[in-house]
């Protein structure tokens, strides 16, 4: 008869033996595939990384690869509706273009995970990757108005510490036997909390930190040359650049703290208010910087205004939600595009947006800014089945199509509009 230890030893060799099994079968027949950036023609090119070795190839490659013509590559579905998905991949931030011999629309962009660029257009389902330099962690980046130059933001070095590069495309024409993955760049100074350009993509404006505060500095786009025009005992600002003469500056937001935007003339040096007190508040000025959009979160409600700067008259618009998810039309100074949330879950805004605590399920308006008139444009989720929080929209310059980013996943999208 078996002793109660031998017993107790025997069921020990089965159950070790069966989690084996177990653990054998599971890694041998669980293994997940999932979406695969497209991998380089080139198997034998070696990537240059402009920050940290260089590795040089000598044979030359294209830099411009048609990603549909990969067998390898599993392209997104592309759909034939009003409403496409551009690519699935994350992306980092795009910039729209236009195709001159076909009038095309089109946007260039940059993946978040490994800083490739692309290029897609409405009126074509090919994808064209610009370059193969590899850049982990990109987490913003702000493109040039000509679509061909580009600022990357990136997380360095596996810290936290933010660096920041700019970059510009070769032409598609050029090969790559003095590889470095299609583009030239250079670094930006160190510690820069925030950029923005001007419209005509020429200057930039950034702020960076020091003891004593901020300090914000015009520059050439390489960052080359800069003059300090503004110093701030604040750091915590978000800034753009809507029209030639005037760069904004607003408070970072919260609902519990009120909220400043002022307009910083570039030219004179002269800085003044423009909106004050306002809990929650987030602007969105126009390009001619005689309007803007804000938000108010006072009474725990989201609110939206649009605000003449010249009379300092505010009206309530007929739709809730933020100055970030619209834009100002291209044809119209009095039109916007806004994405609507359907609802707004509990809590307070815009901190659990940002903090991404809560998410939305968004529709798209047109709005009337002069005669309040509002048109819904598309009820995405009831009228394709697709539940997006939009961030990002950009219009083409007929306002015929409007790209944007699902922020859910961080995919790029296209509306067609007209």
């Known amino acids: 008869m078996m002793s109660k230890q031998s017993a107790i030893i025997l069921i020990l060799v089965v159950f070790l033996g069966a989690l084996g099994a177990l653990i054998y079968f599971y890694f041998t027949f669980n293994t997940t ?15 240059y990384d402009p920050f940290g070795t260089r590795l040089v190839d000598s044979t030359p490659a294209s830099s411009t690869e048609i990603i549909e013509n990969n067998p390898d590559y599993n392209a997104p579905t592309f759909s034939t509706d009003k409403l496409r998905k551009i690519f699935e991949e994350p992306v980092a931030s795009f910039s729209t273009i236009d195709k001159t011999d076909t009038n095309s629309a089109g946007v260039r962009y940059i993946l978040r995970s490994n800083g490739n660029i692309y290029e897609a257009y409405v009126d074509s389902t090919e994808l064209k990757r610009m370059s193969i330099i590899t850049i982990p962690k990109v987490y913003d980046s702000l493109w040039l108005a000509d679509g061909e130059k580009v600022i990357i933001r990136y997380l360095k070095d596996e810290s936290e510490n933010i660096d920041t590069f700019y970059i510009w495309l070769n032409p598609a024409t050029t090969t790559l036997n003095e590889f470095e993955g299609g583009i030239n760049g250079n670094h930006l100074p160190e510690n820069i909390n925030s950029i923005a350009m001007n419209p005509a993509g020429t200057k930039l404006f950034f702020l960076t930190h020091n003891l004593t505060g901020s300090s914000g500095y015009l520059s050439t786009p390489d960052g080359l040359s800069k003059t300090l025009i503004f110093q701030s005992p604040m750091n915590e600002w978000l800034i753009s650049w809507p029209k030639e003469q005037i760069i904004t500056l607003t408070t970072k937001p919260s609902a519990k703290v009120s909220g400043f935007l002022y307009f910083l003339n570039n030219q004179t040096k002269n800085f003044s208010r423009i909106i004050g007190n306002i809990n929650g508040l987030t602007t969105k000025t126009n390009k001619t910087a005689t309007e803007v959009l804000y938000s108010d979160s006072s009474q725990s409600l989201l609110k939206l205004y649009v605000l003449n700067v010249q009379t300092g008259e505010s009206k309530l618009l007929p739709v809730s939600t933020l100055p970030e998810k619209c834009l100002w039309s291209n044809t119209d100074d009095k039109i916007i595009y806004c994405a609507v949330p359907k609802t707004f879950p509990v809590g307070d805004y815009p901190d659990i947006w940002y903090q991404g605590l809560a998410t939305f399920t968004d529709s798209l308006w047109m709005i009337n800014t ?6 819904l444009v598309l009820d995405i989720k009831t ?18 199509y409007l790209f944007f980013i699902n922020k859910k996943d961080l995919s790029l999208w296209n509306l067609k509009l007209k």
């Open 33 to 47: 595939n999932g979406p695969q950036l497209p991998p380089v023609t080139n198997n034998n090119l070696d990537v």
């Open 383 to 400: 009228d394709t089945a697709n539940d997006l929080d939009i961030i990002n929209p950009q219009l083409d310059n007929n306002d015929n």
């Open 370 to 375: 002069n005669t309040m008139a509002s048109t």
